[in-house]
C-alpha cells in the first residue's frame, strides 16, 4: 500500500445517506472512519478535500413522500437538515455536505449521460414495463414487486432483496403487481436508455487489479467483473434528473447518485477559488468510502461510467464491514436498531465515546457488534480508566501542588510518543483505525505507568527538581496524546488542548510533529474531568429501551393487534398520593433544548420567589411560542434531576395518548395553587 502524503491531491467522498429517515448508529459506520482518515492525512500535511451529501431522488423518496402527505422537495429537504445536524455534533468535517437535488449535480449528471451518449456506451431499446391502471401511472423498481426471474422469490422490482440479491433490470421481474394498491399489472412497450456497461469487462478486470481497495470490496468485484449486464438508466419518475431531451423520463438514481461526487467538489473548490477538474480529470486520487452493501455500485458501475465519460476513476474503494445490535442483525423491522439522536444524543452520550468505540472496536473491514453493556465496558476501562485518568490525574496533580514544568524529554518518553505517531502514519495507509486507536491507548498507558512508577508524590518532598522533571515528561505525553487522538476523538482532544493552556480551535491544524515539539510551561486553566464513568444505571435505562422495542417489533411480526401489552397497574394509598404536591402553573419562558428533538426548558412561575426551570419531553407536539402563558399542573416536590446536563426541579403533567396532551385546570387559578 502506497503512503501518504503523496504530491497529488486527496479526494475522499462517503456513501451518500438515503433522505429518508432519521440517522442511526449503522450510518456512522462509514463516516466517522473516513473522517479519521482525513483528519490524519491533514496532520501528515497531505492536501485533502471531504466531500459528501445526501441522495434525494429514486423511488423510495417519493414512495415515503406521499405517505407524509408531503412534496417530495420538503420531504428530502427535512431529512437533508438532519443529517448535516448529527455530521455537525459528531464532528465529522465535511468540505461540502451537499444535496443530489442540487442544479450542479443536475447539470453534471446531463453533461455525463451526454458524454457517455456521444461515445457509444447509452442506446436507446423499447422494453416491456409494468403499468398500473388503477392508479394509471407506470411501476419503477419500489413501486412494483413480484417474483425474482432467478431464484423464484418474491422481490422488489429493482432488486432481490430477500433471495439471491441480484439487481433487477426493468421489466426483468414475473407476476408484477403494483405494490400501492396491489392490483395486477399490466405490461406496456417503452423506449427506455442503457449503459453499455457488458463493453467495459476488460477493463473492469484490469482496473480492479490496481484498485487499492479493502480486500472485501475488490474480491467481491471481481466476481461480478466476469458477468456484466447492459443496465437500464431511465425510470419513469415525476422527482429526478430529467433524462437530456426526454421530459417523460429521469436518470436512474444510481446514475446521479454517484455523480453526486463530482458535482459536491464543484461546488466546494469553486468556493475556494480552485479547478475541480483537477482531481476529476486529473492526477490525483480519489477514495470512496462506503458500506459493504454498495461494492457492486462503486466498483463496477461506477468506473465504468467515469472511463465512458473521460473522468478521472477512483483510486481507492474502503467498505466497511457492517453494525449488529446485540449480535443480531441490524434491523428496522425488528427492533435491532439504536437512533443517534432519540437513543444517543438525547439522553446525554457524548459523540467522542461513539466515535471511539466504531474506530477501536476491531478491523475496518469486519463488523461491529454494538451493545450497550460491551459500549459501557469499553469506554470505562479505556477511555475512562486509562486515557481519561492519565489526563486528569498528570493535570490536577500538577494544579494542585501549584508545580511550575519544566525540564527535557526523557528518550524512553520520545520513543514512547514516536510509536504510537509512527503507528498512525503507517496504519492510516493500509485503513487500520483500530490498529491506530490501540497505540493511543498503549500510550497513555505508558503514560500511567511512568507516572505511578517514579512517584512524583515522594518526590516532591525529596527530591523536587526530580520531580519537576518527571511531571514535565507526563505533560509531554498528555500534549502527544491531545495532537495523536485528535482525529480519533477531536471534541475531547480539544479539551485536553484547552486544559494545556493553547487555544482548542487550534489543534485541528497542528502536525502529527507538534507530539515531539517540547511543551512550553503557559497559563493553564483549572482542569476538568475529561470523560465520566458510564453507571449501570443508565446502561440498564438504555438496555431497557432496546428491549421494549424488540419485544414490540416481534410482536407485529407475530400479527398481534396490540403489539404493546398494557402494564399492569400498581395500586397506591391514598398516603402515597398525599406526598405528591401538586400545584397550579403558568410558563413564563420556554425554549428548545439543544441536541435533543423531544425537550422543552421551561420558566414555569408557582407562586415562588421565583420561576422554576422544569424540563419536558414535548416538543414535538408544543413549541417554545405555544408554552409561553399556558397554565400547567406541576408535581412541586419532585426531587430535582438532571437531564442532558440540565437541571430539572419537577414536572409538567401530561396526557399521553396520541401524542402529548398538557393537564390544566377548568377555572383560571392562580400560579402556586395547590391541587386536592
Known amino acids: 500500500m502506497p503512503e501518504f502524503p503523496c504530491d497529488k491531491p486527496v479526494l475522499v467522498t462517503c456513501g451518500l445517506p438515503y433522505a429518508n429517515g432519521p440517522a442511526h448508529i449503522g450510518h456512522l459506520r462509514t463516516y466517522i472512519p473516513a473522517d479519521m482518515f482525513v483528519r490524519t492525512l491533514r496532520k501528515m500535511r497531505q492536501d485533502t478535500v471531504f466531500v459528501c451529501g445526501s441522495d434525494t431522488h429514486g423511488t423510495p423518496i417519493i414512495v415515503n ?3 407524509h402527505k408531503m412534496p417530495p422537495a420538503e420531504f428530502i429537504k427535512k431529512y ?4 448535516a445536524d448529527v455530521f455537525k455534533k459528531f464532528q465529522i468535517d465535511f468540505n461540502r455536505y451537499g444535496s443530489t437535488d442540487d442544479p450542479t449535480n443536475h447539470e453534471r449528471t446531463r453533461s455525463i449521460v451526454m458524454d457517455l451518449q456521444k461515445n457509444g456506451y447509452v442506446y436507446p431499446k423499447t422494453i416491456p414495463v409494468a403499468y398500473c391502471k388503477t392508479c394509471a401511472r407506470g411501476l419503477p423498481d419500489r413501486y412494483v414487486e413480484g417474483v425474482c ?3 423464484g422469490q418474491n422481490a422488489r422490482g429493482d432488486e432481490c432483496d430477500i433471495g439471491c440479491q441480484r439487481h433487477l433490470e426493468p421489466g426483468e421481474i414475473l407476476d408484477p403487481r403494483c405494490k400501492v394498491c396491489g392490483t395486477k399489472a399490466e405490461i406496456r412497450q417503452q423506449e427506455h436508455f442503457f449503459f453499455k456497461l457488458s463493453s467495459f469487462g476488460d477493463f473492469l478486470q484490469q482496473y480492479l487489479d490496481t484498485l487499492h481497495a479493502t480486500p472485501n470490496a475488490v474480491n467481491y468485484a471481481m466476481e461480478w467483473a466476469k458477468e456484466l449486464k447492459d443496465w437500464c438508466i431511465t425510470r419513469n419518475l415525476e422527482w429526478g434528473v430529467r433524462y437530456p431531451g426526454h421530459e417523460d423520463l429521469v436518470v436512474y438514481v444510481w446514475v446521479d447518485a454517484p455523480i453526486g461526487y463530482i458535482a459536491f467538489t464543484e461546488e466546494y473548490m469553486s468556493s475556494v477559488g480552485r479547478d475541480w477538474q483537477s482531481i476529476w480529470k486529473g492526477d490525483s486520487r480519489i477514495i470512496h468510502f462506503i458500506g459493504g452493501d454498495i461494492i457492486y455500485h462503486h466498483c463496477i458501475f461506477w468506473p465504468a461510467m467515469l472511463k465512458g465519460a473521460g473522468y478521472t476513476l477512483p483510486w481507492g474503494v474502503v467498505a466497511s464491514g457492517m453494525i449488529k445490535v446485540n449480535d443480531k442483525k441490524f434491523s428496522k423491522s425488528r427492533g435491532y436498531i439504536v437512533w443517534v439522536e432519540d437513543d444517543y444524543l438525547a439522553h446525554g452520550f457524548h459523540p467522542d465515546l461513539l466515535r471511539y468505540y466504531i474506530l477501536s472496536y476491531t478491523s475496518h473491514t469486519k463488523d461491529i ?3 450497550w453493556k460491551e459500549f459501557q465496558t469499553k469506554i470505562n476501562k479505556e477511555l475512562v480508566g486509562s486515557f481519561g485518568n492519565f489526563v486528569n490525574r498528570i493535570l490536577t496533580f500538577i494544579d494542585s501542588k501549584g508545580i511550575d514544568v519544566h525540564g527535557t524529554v526523557d528518550p524512553e518518553v520520545s520513543a514512547a510518543i514516536k510509536v504510537a505517531a509512527d503507528t498512525m502514519t503507517t496504519e492510516i495507509a493500509n485503513y487500520e483505525f483500530k490498529k491506530i486507536s490501540d497505540a493511543i491507548i498503549t500510550l497513555s498507558d505508558f503514560g500511567n ?17 526530580a520531580c519537576r522533571q518527571v511531571l514535565y515528561n507526563c505533560v509531554q505525553i498528555v500534549k502527544a496524546l491531545a495532537v495523536l487522538s485528535e482525529p480519533l476523538v477531536p471534541a475531547k482532544a480539544a479539551e485536553i488542548w484547552g486544559m494545556l493552556g493553547y487555544k482548542p480551535e487550534d489543534l485541528a491544524n497542528a502536525s502529527i510533529d507538534e507530539a515531539f515539539v517540547p511543551y512550553e510551561n503557559v497559563a493553564r486553566p483549572k482542569p476538568k ?15 431497557k429501551i432496546l428491549d421494549q422495542r424488540v419485544s414490540v417489533a416481534e410482536a407485529k411480526a407475530r400479527g398481534q393487534k396490540e403489539a404493546e401489552p398494557e402494564p399492569k397497574m400498581e395500586q397506591i394509598t391514598i398516603d402515597d398520593f398525599g406526598r405528591m404536591e401538586l400545584r397550579v402553573g403558568r410558563v413564563v419562558s420556554c425554549e428548545r433544548v439543544k441536541g435533543s428533538k423531544k425537550l422543552l426548558k421551561s420558566m414555569i412561575d408557582l407562586g415562588e420567589d421565583k420561576p422554576r426551570q422544569i424540563l419536558s419531553g414535548i416538543a414535538e407536539v408544543y413549541t417554545p411560542e405555544e408554552m409561553v402563558g399556558k397554565t400547567v399542573i406541576v408535581i412541586a416536590n419532585l426531587k430535582p434531576a438532571k437531564i442532558m446536563g440540565i437541571e430539572s426541579n419537577g414536572m409538567v403533567l401530561a396526557a399521553d395518548s396520541n401524542g402529548a396532551t398538557l393537564l390544566t ?4 387559578s392562580e400560579p402556586g395553587t395547590r391541587i386536592h
Open 65 to 67: 413522500a406521499e405517505e
Open 80 to 83: 437533508h437538515l438532519l443529517f
Open 149 to 151: 426471474p432467478y431464484c
Open 369 to 371: 457488534n454494538f451493545s
Open 449 to 465: 505507568t511512568y507516572f505511578q512508577g517514579h512517584e512524583p508524590w515522594k518526590l516532591i518532598k525529596e527530591d523536587p527538581a
Open 529 to 543: 474531568i475529561l470523560f465520566a464513568k458510564l453507571e449501570d444505571k443508565k446502561i440498564a435505562e438504555m438496555e
Open 665 to 668: 385546570v377548568e377555572k383560571p
